[in-house]
């Protein structure tokens, strides 16, 4: 695995945790990887692949601002794509980009089904389920707290299956 896809998928994992533990991804993660891969591309290809970095991002950030825009997903979502853009390229973070939409589609189609009566009284199990279970820690309410109101989800549910689906393709 190269030092990009190493970087990618730390990235991705790091995400994919703060996602799910607060619906957020920090500043924190994504301004330093977005910076890191603009240095790795200028330190290992010069000014050339700084550009190409500098466009991966754009190719990340610039289509999911419209859909940020739209109050279609949140910003740590749109700096994340732009940090995996500069360390990945656009080709790459625009394939991410749709098979990550086209998991969202099918994670907002589950959370359809499972917004129905029956489906809030099993969910209501499970989560009674994970609170036994995981309750000596922080408890499974803290993780799945954005399942409870059935309209909103991490993106992260839908990037890392797209990420996955994107390197089995291409490897």
């Known amino acids: 695995m190269t030092i990009q896809l190493s970087a990618a998928a730390m990235l991705l994992l790091a995400a994919l945790y703060t996602d799910l533990k607060s ?58 794509f732009a940090a995996l ?23 907002g189609l589950v959370l359809l089904l499972f917004n129905r009566p029956f489906a809030r009284r099993m969910s209501a ?9 995981f309750g000596g820690r922080e408890g499974a309410s803290s993780w799945l707290a954005w399942a409870k109101n059935g309209r909103t989800f991490p993106f ?7 990420a996955v689906t994107l390197w089995m393709i291409t490897a």
């Open 23 to 80: 619906m957020t991804i920090p500043n924190l993660l994504t301004v330093p990887f977005l910076a890191g891969g603009c240095l790795y591309a200028l330190i290992t290809g010069g000014g050339h692949d700084l550009l190409l970095a500098l466009g991966g991002a754009a190719a990340g950030f610039l289509p999911l601002l419209v859909l940020h825009m739209a109050k279609g997903i949140g910003a740590g979502d749109v700096k994340l």
């Open 85 to 107: 853009g500069a360390w990945i390229g656009a080709m790459a973070v625009l394939q991410l980009m749709m098979y990550a939409i086209l998991y969202a589609g099918l994670v």
């Open 125 to 133: 199990g499970m989560f009674a389920f994970f609170s036994l279970r």
């Open 156 to 162: 992260m549910l839908a990037v890392a299956p797209g």
